[in-house]
């Protein structure tokens, strides 16, 4: 059979089986069986007997394989879409500093995006655990450098990456139920795909994607929905009831099998009176239109859900709604839909298998709504909407690993159930610790890289894999959390020479409040370590010798004021210079130590400071063009109320007094005092003037700063 396609559509009524044959481009209809479970061994599109659906699936196998003589021996199935689950997420990473983004970075962080997903659909509305779901695919929707999109970014250079990826996710329990009723047939589950994509597949081609379309497959336990628009599936949706409601409430308002409520419902189209029998044994009769006004408010109820979640999903009104499945034949619902949507009721149609133009020869008694999905399930095995199974073995044990077009380590991984950060295992954590109030990050240690080999040759996460590989997976190991001691911040120990003798200038380490000399302590994350090298010449030389840091002190009185002096006792020669007791020593540097004698103790010395903030005040007068000096304030030192010398030794105790002298406004009489002028007249002339800017002036005229003074004889 190798040109034979073998599709199971496992619904909630029934199961149905068909046959197609590849033709060039088209396939021809070859054969399809249809068989009712017996029992409700299905709910709401979910297996709940295995072993009884599978048993119906061996009749519907059977059968074909009889009449066509043919063995089957793999098959292709759909999921109900109420079990699919998206999340859509996105992740970021951020480098110390710009660098090359590689593929292990990508892959590392698309891998840290999917655990993402699963999480919060963890921390979702949902009554599964997120761990009964598998990760049937994920793709990426963005990729972001420095937050500006790119489409690719491998060998770009950035200091932060981001992706935005949607996950898909079945519970576990859909997939092995599905897998264990086809397994139980000796049929291998080739394809797996989802009921609302291979309905839009089959029904809503490519060219008619533009157009803003709705498909809702209504079943009998579910009615699924697909959205189209702008060329693309952008939606799915499902409404957790369907046609069975319609059967439940004939049931239990007549008192009917549930068969036999199913049977009258197909027939109330069909007859305008109906017989049945309840199950009691009594025979009744009713007409059609009193059956339809009693199924009216179910009708009513499951138009308005369904016409609710098409608005939740796109936004507005579509365009137009396609219906199909065997629950779309329930009396006037398009109409009902229609008026929930406010769309015409030309807009809402029950759509047939015959509109399929990809399939050939089917029969009239199969191109009714309730075929397209069985159609649309063998259709999807030559397209990249399938979820198929391949078989791979992992660290010898053998994994089924859902087909996403193109497979890769990294999925057999995951469906193996092995843990992301063994996959992919992290750089070990930094530690942040404060030296001196500064922050400083110690990063951890790169991880130990995961290894893998298939069919015993190297191979790498994203390396594509095929039918029965053979994949061993050696697990990586995380880096380890930053490790830094003090000997790692400490600075290295100057030396330095005194009298011949070297000594190591020591230090101060304080961690998290607390003295320590252990250089071999690892620091806690978060420490705050302060260290001090005791490396002035003042500090080092005292702990020598106190001696060193003697002083000479003076309690001064100065204008009825105490002033305290203190003057070291011994100068620091460095390396041949003087330097003063707050010298940063370097490393080698050579100490030498001079006692001063008494005779440096005078009062210049003591009054060193003060005397160099002490200033006398000038004014300047030019005279016949040459610039002088006139003192207008001047200052005088006592010591003990005498006029002091600088050179006078100085004692504790001692009377130091600074006299500022102001003197009034300076006249041109003062000038001439400055120049010892005297008035002598040259030969011939006897009568002197003097000009002060020009004008003629006497000797008591005040003079200023910046006059200019001339003198004239006559």
């Known amino acids: 059979m190798e040109n034979y396609i073998f599709a199971l559509d496992i619904g909630t009524r029934s199961v149905v089986g068909i046959l197609l044959k590849a033709i060039g481009e088209q396939f021809e209809f070859i054969d399809l069986e249809y068989v009712e479970h017996q029992e409700r061994a299905m709910l709401n599109g979910q297996i709940h007997n295995a072993p009884l659906v599978s048993k119906v699936v061996k009749k519907v196998k059977e059968k074909l394989e009889e009449r066509n003589n043919i063995v089957l021996k793999k098959t292709s199935v759909a999921a109900a879409g109420r079990s699919l689950v998206t999340r859509k997420e996105t992740i970021s990473e951020e480098f110390q500093e710009d660098r090359f983004i590689s593929k292990e970075d990508i892959t590392r962080l698309k891998l840290r995006c999917v655990h993402k997903t699963q999480y919060q659909l963890k921390m979702s509305d949902t009554d599964q655990e997120y761990t009964n779901y598998y990760c049937v695919g994920y793709s990426v929707r963005k990729s972001f450098l420095d937050d500006i999109e790119l489409g690719n970014l491998e060998g770009q250079k950035g200091k932060k990456i981001s992706v935005e990826i949607v996950a898909a996710f079945l519970p576990k329990i859909v997939l092995e139920s599905l897998k264990y009723v086809v397994e139980d047939n000796d049929l291998i589950l080739e394809n797996l795909t989802l009921e609302p994509i291979a309905a839009i597949n089959a029904i809503i081609p490519s060219t008619m994607r533009k157009l803003n379309l709705v498909l809702v497959d209504i079943g009998a336990g579910t009615s699924d929905i697909a959205i189209s628009s702008e060329g693309a599936i952008n939606a799915y949706g499902m409404v957790p009831m369907a046609g069975d409601e319609v059967t439940e409430k004939l049931s239990t308002d007549y008192l009917l099998d549930f068969n036999e409520a199913e049977r009258i419902k ?4 069909n007859q305008d009176e109906i017989e049945y029998k309840d199950v009691l044994g009594f025979s009744n009769l009713m007409k059609s239109e009193d059956l339809l006004k009693n199924i009216e408010p179910v009708s009513l109820k499951l138009s308005s859900e ?31 839909i229609a008026q929930n949507l406010g769309l015409p009721e030309n807009r809402v149609a029950v759509q047939s298998a015959r509109s399929i133009n990809d399939v050939i020869n089917i029969p009239e008694e199969y191109k009714g709504p309730e075929y397209i999905t069985p159609v649309g399930i063998a259709l999807t095995y030559r397209n990249d909407s399938n979820l198929g199974f391949i078989q791979v073995m992992v660290n010898d044990y053998p994994v089924s690993v859902l087909n996403l077009g193109v497979n890769t380590a990294f999925d057999a991984l995951l469906s193996a159930g092995i843990p992301s950060e063994k996959i992919y295992p992290k750089a070990g954590e930094p530690k942040t610790i ?18 893998i080999l298939i069919n015993e040759e190297p191979g790498k996460i994203e390396s594509f894999i095929q ?45 998290d409040g607390v003295e320590t000399e252990d250089l071999s302590m690892e620091l806690k994350d978060n420490a705050n370590v302060t260290v001090r090298l005791i490396d002035s010449i003042g500090e080092l030389m005292g702990s020598i010798d106190s001696k060193f840091l003697d002083r ?22 460095i390396n041949g210079t003087l330097a003063g007791i707050n010298y940063r020593l370097q490393n080698g540097d050579k100490i030498e130590t001079i006692k001063k004698s008494d005779e440096e103790y005078i009062l210049e010395n003591v009054l060193k400071d003060e005397i160099e903030k002490l ?20 200052y005088e030192i006592y010591h003990n109320n ?14 130091v007094n600074i006299k500022r002298s102001e003197l009034k406004q300076p006249l041109l009489i003062d000038l001439f005092k400055e120049i010892n002028f005297t008035p002598k007249a040259p030969e011939g002339l006897t009568k002197v003037e003097v000009l002060l800017n020009g004008k003629e002036a006497e000797y008591i005229s005040p003079i200023n700063d910046g006059d200019e003074v001339s003198i004239i004889w006559r």
């Open 467 to 511: 039918p029965d590989d053979f994949i061993t997976f050696i697990p990586g190991e995380e880096g380890r959390e930053g490790k830094v001691t003090l000997k790692d911040i400490v600075p290295e120990m100057k030396k330095v020479f005194y009298e011949n003798q070297e000594i190591v200038i020591p230090v101060e380490i304080m961690v």
């Open 615 to 634: 200033e006398k005040k000038f004014i300047t007068v030019t005279m016949d063009e040459e610039p002088i000096k006139i003192i207008v304030s001047d």
């Open 306 to 336: 369904i016409a609710e979640t098409i608005l939740q999903l796109n936004g507005k009104a579509p365009q137009a709604v396609v219906l199909i499945g065997g629950g779309s034949l329930t009396p006037d619902i398009n109409v009902m």
């Open 434 to 451: 404060k030296v001196n109030g500064k922050v400083r990050i110690i990063p951890g240690t790169p991880p130990l890289p995961s290894e």
């Open 266 to 269: 197909r027939l109330i189209k």
């Open 552 to 573: 000479t002190d003076y309690n001064i009185s100065t204008d009825n004021n105490l002033r305290f002096k203190s003057l070291n006792k011994y100068d620091f020669i």
């Open 642 to 655: 005498r006029l002091a010398n600088l050179e006078d030794k100085i004692s504790d105790g001692d009377y």
